[in-house]
């Protein structure tokens, strides 16, 4: 079974924090996705990755940056944190012979003060 | 123009009714397509994945593709509590594109 873990469940941040929301997937996936999901605007893509130290826009990238050193993880960083960042934020992982199916973390809810 | 559409919710069906939820895509070009499904406080996870026209069936489940009509369904046959969630969506578009194109879900509320 694929798995893919999130570091935190609950945050909680003041505004202008600088955060960090981590990813790791143990199946070997080359690609890996951050999305924010908010009520009525369902998933959208902040940024992906097709492989080590790659990093892709998608399409909200704008107040977030991303970190792929290793394969296996994958790091969503807020530089300065705002209110209007406040949502669920979910990491997942795919892999070109598996159909490009998205395998989805538990998700990191964020609330920033 | 959303490039991934889902017929607009909330869906109430009777338990042991069906269940249909549809969406459609503006990329012809589009080769994968996925639903997931995401209970509440949850992330979403895979029900069904359709790669070519025609149904697909899992269970209880039927995914269903039409290319010519840019058009995929998910039917959930003998419909439970339990299937009460929201229905997502999801598509790879053409190209060299890895990444999913979301819907914006329907939900589904099974009444018992």
């Known amino acids: 079974d694929v798995k893919v873990t999130q570091s935190s469940r609950y945050l909680v941040k003041r505004t202008g924090e600088k955060v960090f929301l981590e990813c790791v997937q143990d199946m070997d996936h080359e690609n890996m996705f951050w999305y924010r999901q908010d009520p009525g605007l369902g998933l959208r893509l902040i940024y992906f990755s097709y492989d080590v130290k790659m990093k892709e826009k998608g399409d909200i990238p704008e107040g977030y940056s991303v970190s792929r050193e290793k394969k296996e993880r994958f790091s969503l960083i807020l530089e300065s944190a705002s209110t209007n960042q406040t949502s669920m934020y979910l990491c997942?992982?795919?892999?070109?012979?598996?159909?490009?199916?998205?395998?989805f973390g538990p998700g990191t809810r964020l609330l920033v003060l | 123009q959303k490039e991934v559409e889902q017929n607009s919710g909330p869906l109430s069906v009777p338990e042991g009714a069906i269940a249909s939820l549809n969406c459609t895509y503006s990329d012809r070009g589009s080769q994968s397509f996925f639903w997931y499904r995401q209970y509440s406080g949850k992330s979403p996870e895979l029900i069904m994945s359709i790669y070519s026209n025609g149904d697909k069936e899992d269970g209880r489940f039927t995914a269903q593709l039409n290319k010519a009509s840019q058009y995929v369904s998910l039917l959930i046959r003998d419909s439970q509590p339990s299937d009460s969630a929201t229905y997502l969506c999801a598509v790879q578009l053409g190209g060299s594109a890895r990444q999913l194109t979301f819907g914006s879900g329907t939900q589904l509320t099974v009444l018992p």
């Open positions: 997942a992982s795919s892999s070109p012979g598996a159909g490009e199916t998205q395998y």
